[in-house]
């Protein structure tokens, strides 16, 4: 199989991001260049709103990524569902086997399709991921290879309003004029490019802490045991501190510069404002934003000291200093910031950052692990140059004469030219 190329495209609530990557035979991606653009007004709580205005951003997105693909153009794209409406529903399904049925991926597939036809009330389900599985009544992480007669899987039905989804293809196909090749959910292929295998064994809890949005997502014994998303995010800090006479660029500019989940005191003021005044505002929502992170472990039936691998943290949001110190001294568990760990996965541009480049990336490595359909226009033919030999001129043929026009024109020379006498007189003379 030849490389592929493919774009992702991230849409968020402050900003969307667009990447370009390639994929080889073997499934490996290689990142070659991610362009972003800042979105206001056309996202609410990581749901796309306005399409039209969405629309013009995600163009002049696309032509500065076309730019760096001249002359190829970008005719499809794999795109992400994310926001306040996703969550993870679970459920149950069970199946008889004949006695001593070997259990197959095939068996592990069926059981999730037959859940996928599952109906939610106001809700569309969007995908199935497994959370454990019983062999004939004993729990087991990897059944694919056991023997038994009776396999139940309970399993986690991904979940959104139907909107969401409509939304996006009225953006790609309607608005934009491209295909549609892929739609993942975000946060589960995140979970496949910053969790380690043994995070996900032991038990993690991964944050995306994101400008309007905080998702949740809890692993254990290797599957996703929970997913929630909680509608609040770091523009809640930055709108409190317009209370303060700020414009809300000059008090996101001044909380990325200044801004601290602590309160620490800072020396000084800005437009006479003390830093301590502006930093409680700063660590009074990020506590709570902490606070409702921590929920969400109870309300996944579980306690920090079930999860030992910690926190992974992933979002912009996350930059804002001391969080994380927070956010760990608060549930008691470790936390590490998220980055692209994934070796399958390559960055071919020094100035792209893995991790603040997650979101988007994730995309790309889901869309190549499910096998990637190319979304650039061909490569235009190069004709090889065709050297053109000059034909000979034609030799002009000596004009024939008539016998007539030659006796003519002796005529003529003589008369011009008289002979002469041998006498040495003219012989038109006598």
Not at 4 to 9: D, G
């Amino acid at each position: 199989m030849d490389e592929k190329h493919i774009i992702a495209l991230e849409i968020g609530s402050s900003k969307i991001k667009g990447a370009v990557g390639s994929v080889d035979s073997n499934g490996y991606v290689t990142v070659k260049a991610i362009e972003e653009m800042p979105l206001t007004d056309s996202v609410r709580h990581g749901q796309l709103s306005n399409v039209s205005m969405a629309a013009n951003a995600v163009r002049t997105l696309l032509l500065k990524i076309e730019n760096r693909l001249t002359p190829r153009k970008v005719e499809g794209i794999y795109t992400s569902i994310s926001g306040r409406s996703v969550a993870a529903i679970q459920r149950q399904t069970e199946r008889r086997l004949p006695a001593d049925t070997e259990v197959t991926d095939d068996i592990i597939e069926a059981l999730k399709r037959e859940m996928l036809g599952e109906r939610v009330p106001d809700r569309e389900v969007i995908d199935v991921v497994a959370r454990e599985f019983y062999v004939n009544g004993a729990k087991s992480d990897m059944p694919v290879g056991m023997y038994g007669s009776e396999i139940r899987m309970s399993g986690n039905l991904i979940v959104c309003r139907p909107q969401l989804r409509r939304n996006l293809k009225l953006l790609i196909e309607e608005k934009l004029g491209l295909e549609k090749r892929g739609c993942v959910v975000k946060h589960l292929a995140m979970g496949d490019i910053v969790l380690t295998s043994e995070e996900r064994q032991l038990g993690c809890m991964l944050v995306d802490f994101g400008a309007e949005t905080v998702t949740v997502s809890i692993y254990r014994h290797g599957y996703l045991q929970y997913l929630q998303t909680i509608p609040m995010g770091s523009r809640n800090i930055t709108r409190d501190l317009t209370r303060l006479n700020y414009v809300e660029e000059d008090a996101e500019a001044l909380k990325r510069q200044r801004g601290n989940a602590k309160g620490a005191p800072a020396e000084g003021s800005v437009d006479d404002v003390k830093m301590t005044e502006f930093n409680n505002y700063v660590s009074h929502r990020a506590a709570e934003i902490i606070a409702n992170i921590k929920e969400q472990i109870s309300y996944a039936g579980l306690t920090p000291a079930e999860l030992p691998a910690g926190i992974v943290i992933v979002g912009g949001g996350a930059r804002l200093a001391e969080f994380n110190t927070l956010l760990g001294d608060t549930t008691k568990m470790k936390v590490r910031m998220g980055s692209i760990i994934s070796p399958r996965i390559g960055i071919a541009d020094s100035r792209i950052s893995p991790a603040y480049s997650v979101d988007v990336v994730s995309i790309l490595y889901a869309a190549a692990q499910a096998g990637a359909q190319e979304c650039l226009s061909p490569e235009p033919v190069k004709e090889e140059p065709i050297e053109i030999i000059p034909e000979p001129e034609p030799v002009a043929e000596p004009e024939r004469q008539s016998g007539f026009s030659k006796a003519i024109n002796w005529l003529k020379r003589q008369i011009q030219e008289p002979p002469e006498d041998p006498d040495g007189g003219d012989l038109l003379d006598d």
